[in-house]
């Protein structure tokens, strides 16, 4: 019920491509929805978050597309760069628990 | 330094030896958090602090493992009689608010923890 599943494990793109990761849960009490990105030897940093209010949020090139029906959430990372290779994690909590759920990341290799 | 700070950033230890990690968070959060992340998997919560709240142990793998903070400030994870599954980089976050109602969780860079 607290999982929150993530795909593909990993992920590889030229430079421009528009890698997409997905993520899906079953609780539907989990009302925020935020991605993190994590750099080699570094923890991780929040890049976007949602709520279900809305389908879609984006902040620069990064853009969550929301589908409360299905219970799927997916990030897409329009004119992909090589700095942007990285581990992405989905993640959702609900106001009731105190903890995220952490989906269990995808490795995204950008190429030049 | 205004990030969260984790000591060691590594340690190797033997089977059976008891390890502390320690936590320094963001000053003014109330709210830190134990993760434990293997290698090549995602996070998995071990334990939440919030102010003096009683604290969220539901993800303690087992006995073994325990953590204490002060009030709002340093917190320490003991893992006692350490095991080779004990291996994994531990990240500590701390957040100005819980992180369940949407609140960034600011993450140290880990602590990495090798038992050989």
């Known amino acids: 019920q607290q999982q929150v599943k993530q795909s593909p494990q990993s992920l590889i793109v030229q430079k421009g491509g528009i890698p997409i990761i997905n993520c899906a849960y079953e609780?539907?009490?989990?009302?925020?929805f935020p991605w993190y990105q994590q750099f080699p030897g570094k923890g991780p940093a929040l890049l976007i978050a949602?709520?279900?209010?809305?389908s879609e949020k984006k902040e620069g090139r990064f853009t969550i597309s929301f589908n409360k029906s299905a219970k799927q959430f997916s990030l897409h990372i329009m004119d992909s760069q090589p700095g942007d290779s990285a581990t992405y994690f989905c993640?959702?909590?609900?106001?009731?628990?105190?903890?995220?759920?952490f989906g269990s990341g995808t490795q995204l290799t950008v190429l030049p | 330094g205004a990030g969260v700070s984790q000591s060691p950033s590594n340690k190797v230890t033997e089977k059976g030896k008891d390890v502390e990690l320690r936590c320094d968070p963001i000053?003014?959060?109330?709210?830190l958090y134990w993760y434990r992340q293997r290698l090549g998997q995602g996070l998995e919560f071990l334990i939440y602090?919030?102010?003096?709240?009683?604290?969220?142990k539901s993800g303690l793998p087992s006995d073994r493992f325990s953590a204490e903070r002060t009030g709002e400030s340093v917190s320490t994870l003991t893992i006692q009689r350490t095991q080779q599954e004990d291996s994994a980089v531990y990240l500590c976050?701390?957040?100005?608010?819980?992180?369940?109602?949407?609140?960034?969780?600011?993450f140290g860079e880990g602590s990495r923890l090798t038992v050989l």
């Open positions: 609780n539907t009490a989990f009302d925020y």
């Open positions: 949602i709520r279900p209010d809305v």
């Open positions: 000053s003014g959060h109330t709210a």
């Open positions: 993640a959702a909590s609900s106001g009731s628990a105190r903890q995220l759920t």
């Open positions: 602090f919030q102010g003096n709240s009683a604290p969220d």
């Open positions: 976050a701390s957040s100005s608010t819980s992180g369940g109602l949407g609140g960034e969780l600011f």
